[in-house]
């Protein structure tokens, strides 16, 4: 069948395909008894309606594959179930973010998917590999013509081990295409060949989410909730801006707090703490709440690295904070964050949000004289100097930006700040992501 190549971020060329009737299954009885996912009070529970995807997750899963797709497939409207194939149902991800799944992936072994999507990462493309119960829903997926795919390197270490490859065109992470069959390789951020996507990396994760959007509920949809989600082309004219530039450089490895609530964007704080880890910072997760396991906005279970009570000694280069409207509420109820908010700004250290978050800065008095920006329903309740103009907003040592989509771009400028554009660029490289420099 005919591949298609879509540039990056270029949605409104994404052709609509023909849309497949909805499959109608028994759920996982895990999921039945989520508290975070549908539930029906009857014995016997109606047939879901909705379309219903397949996300697995292994030990060493790339986890900004993992939750944007599971993020934006949710927004979009979809079933979405994360399921581990480990024994336990957390999962430690590639750069040591902790996923807790929602079911175990045997608990998935009879369920009919309009989409089963596999994330990359190394060794979590070998744990999916090797897992016998995922190899056969993925090829009765293949062999029933019903969508799947894969990015960055298991489209080469899983699907094509599978067979899965076949009579198809593919495209995978740059270190892996010399896996890929000459004739079948193709360099394309995303690459829809019949049934099968694939894509490239953690910096093509919205366009590969977005593909299946398209696929499972239209061209409008996808576009729609591309906006939503701040793309590039949508959101700003700027993709970052700086004001009052001052040094960040330090002389010792840059200590980062990024706290998380129960309503945190776990997206932004997934890819957070994934590129600054890349780029060698130390990154500490904590968690506002009594305990370190956290709900995001989209339901996805995160475990931080400890409790914001046990981060209130440490001192900290730089303290960032996630959106989500939920969360910040939470932020506000925390008298150790705010302490901690302040003590940072006495002291001249470097501090900033995403997303709704900045409303917290505002509140504590620490946007005075600042330039700043935040998502487009939150900029509003700032009083001041606001731009809605550029993605990410840099006033000597206060960042803020959009969220979203916009967060690469805020992780790889905080990299630039610290170690020069030379570092950024390799980690934009390594992710798959283009960037724009200063």
Same mark, same amino acid.
């Given at each position: ?7 990056? =971020? &270029?949605?409104a ?5 023909a ?33 219903k ?14 939750v944007?797709?599971? !993020? ?7 079933e ?6 480990e ?22 072994? &009879? ?29 009765r ?36 295409? &010399?896996?890929?069959?000459?004739f079948?390789?193709v ?24 593909? =299946?959007v398209?696929?499972?509920?239209g ?17 700003c ?22 706290? @998380? ?11 957070l ?31 931080a690295?400890l409790?914001?009570? !046990? ?16 969360g910040?509420?939470?932020f506000q109820?925390?008298?150790?964050l705010?302490k ?18 900045? @409303? ?8 005075? !004289? ?7 329903a939150? @900029? ?27 967060v690469?771009? =805020? ?28």
């Open positions: 069948m005919a591949a298609m190549g879509f540039s990056p =971020f &270029d949605y060329s994404l052709s609509v395909r849309q497949r009737p909805a499959v109608n299954s028994k759920r996982p009885a895990a999921a039945r008894a989520s508290s975070s996912l549908n539930t029906a009070p009857t014995s016997a529970p109606l047939p879901s309606l909705k379309k995807v397949l996300v697995p997750i292994g030990m060493g899963t790339e986890e900004m594959e993992a944007i797709l599971v !993020d934006v497939l949710r927004r979009a409207g979809a979405v179930f994360m399921a581990s194939v024994t336990e149902l957390m999962v430690e991800a590639s750069s040591g973010t902790n996923l807790v799944a929602d079911v175990c992936i045997d608990e998935c072994a &009879d369920e009919v998917f309009d989409l089963v999507a596999l994330p990359g990462g190394m060794p979590g493309s070998v744990r999916l590999r090797d897992c016998e119960v995922l190899r056969r829903i993925t090829v997926q293949a062999e029933e013509k019903r969508l799947y795919g894969a990015i960055c390197a298991a489209p080469a270490v899983a699907l094509m081990h599978w067979g899965l490859h076949k009579r198809k065109q593919v495209t995978c992470h740059p270190a892996f295409m &010399d896996k890929l069959p000459t079948r390789a360099k394309s951020n995303i690459l829809v060949s019949g049934e099968l996507t694939t894509s490239r990396g953690p910096g093509t994760s919205f366009e590969f989410a977005l593909s =299946f398209e696929q499972l509920f061209h409008d949809v996808a576009v729609g909730l591309g906006g939503r989600l701040l793309l590039p082309t949508h959101c004219q700027e993709r970052k801006k700086e004001f009052n530039n001052v040094d960040w450089s330090l002389e010792h490895t840059p200590n980062v707090l990024i706290p @998380i609530a129960n309503g945190s964007e776990e997206m932004e704080v997934v890819m703490v994934d590129i600054l880890r890349r780029a060698k910072v130390n990154v500490t997760v904590a968690s506002v709440e009594k305990s370190k396991r956290i709900i995001g906005s989209q339901n996805i279970k995160l475990m690295d409790s914001i009570t !046990d981060s209130s000694k440490p001192i900290y280069d730089l303290i960032i904070l996630p959106g989500g409207t939920a910040v509420e939470r109820k925390s008298r150790i705010k901690l908010l302040q003590e940072q700004m006495k002291a001249g250290r470097i501090y900033g949000g995403i997303c709704s978050s900045p @409303i917290i800065l505002h509140n504590q008095g620490l946007l005075k !004289d600042k330039l700043a920006t935040a998502h487009p939150a @900029i509003a309740k700032l009083t001041g100097n606001v731009t809605e103009n550029s993605g990410v907003v840099i006033d000597g040592k206060v960042i803020t930006g959009k969220g979203l989509c916009t690469i771009d =805020f992780s790889l400028a905080i990299i630039s700040k610290l170690f020069g554009n030379g570092r950024a660029r390799s980690v934009a490289e390594g992710i798959v992501f283009k960037y724009s420099g200063s």
